[in-house]
């Protein structure tokens, strides 16, 4: 049974942590599940002073992706909290990603808000919404809009970035890296 509500979410999650193969203690870790529309589909705290870990969950996140492909954002949670844990820091480094492998965990927290990106008119109000980086994301100097014919720019929401060729997407996309 996949977990329904947050409760569950949290209460699956601990459950979950115990059977990864990580060595992480785990009763130094808080769980907390987060309503915010936050584009991260989990984070991990970490508190200097006490060393306390909290994971947070992003419902959203974990509606969209379901509980299956959601394990991966706990085991790259966790990861997190292993590198704090062992190092007292951790980012998204070599260390991190041997890690994550083992545990077959993404090393990107994978952002997963809907609709990211926009495919914008120059000319006229026309938009469209695009979740992923498309050809006409890639590559908007090859469309045209379908309204008034004028050339389309795309714009990334939550950085405010925005390109109108594929050089230019280029550029946005290493800029922003993880905050793609
Ligand atoms: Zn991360
Ligand atoms: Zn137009």
Same mark, same amino acid.
């Given at each position: 049974?996949?977990?329904?509500?947050?409760?569950?979410?949290?209460?699956?999650?601990?459950?979950?942590?115990?059977?990864?193969?990580?060595?992480?203690?785990?009763?130094?870790?808080?769980?907390?599940?987060?309503?915010?529309?936050?584009?991260?589909?989990?984070?991990?705290?970490?508190?200097?002073?006490?060393?306390?870990?909290?994971?947070?969950?992003?419902?959203?996140?974990?509606?969209?992706?379901?509980?299956?492909?959601?394990?991966?954002?706990?085991?790259?949670?966790?990861?997190?909290?292993?590198?704090?844990?062992?190092?007292?820091?951790?980012?998204?480094?070599?260390?991190? &990603?041997? /890690? !994550?492998?083992?545990?077959? @965990?993404? #090393?990107? %927290?994978? $952002?997963?808000?809907?609709?990211?990106?926009?495919?914008?008119?120059?000319?006229?109000?026309?938009?469209?919404?695009?979740?992923? &980086?498309? /050809? !006409?994301?890639?590559?908007? @100097?090859? #469309?045209? %809009?379908? $309204?008034?014919?004028?050339?389309?720019?795309?714009?990334?929401?939550?950085?405010?970035?925005?390109?109108?060729?594929?050089?230019?997407?280029?550029? !946005?996309?290493?800029?922003?890296?993880?905050?793609?």
């Amino acid at each position: 049974m996949e977990p329904t509500t947050r409760e569950e979410l949290l209460t699956a999650a601990e459950r979950y942590a115990r059977t990864v193969p990580i060595e992480v203690d785990l009763s130094g870790i808080d769980w907390e599940c987060s309503d915010r529309a936050v584009r991260r589909a989990g984070a991990c705290i970490y508190n200097r002073r006490t060393g306390n870990v909290t994971i947070r969950l992003t419902w959203s996140a974990y509606r969209s992706f379901g509980w299956e492909e959601f394990t991966g954002t706990i085991r790259h949670e966790l990861t997190h909290a292993w590198e704090f844990q062992q190092f007292g820091e951790s980012g998204h480094g070599g260390r991190f &990603a041997e /890690k !994550a492998r083992e545990l077959d @965990a993404p #090393r990107h %927290c994978r $952002s997963f808000s809907d609709a990211r990106l926009r495919l914008c008119c120059s000319s006229c109000d026309r938009e469209a919404r695009r979740y992923r &980086a498309s /050809k !006409a994301v890639k590559r908007p @100097a090859k #469309r045209r %809009c379908g $309204s008034c014919g004028s050339r389309y720019h795309v714009k990334h929401v939550e950085s405010g970035h925005s390109w109108r060729t594929h050089a230019g997407y280029l550029i !946005a996309r290493k800029k922003l890296d993880e905050d793609w």
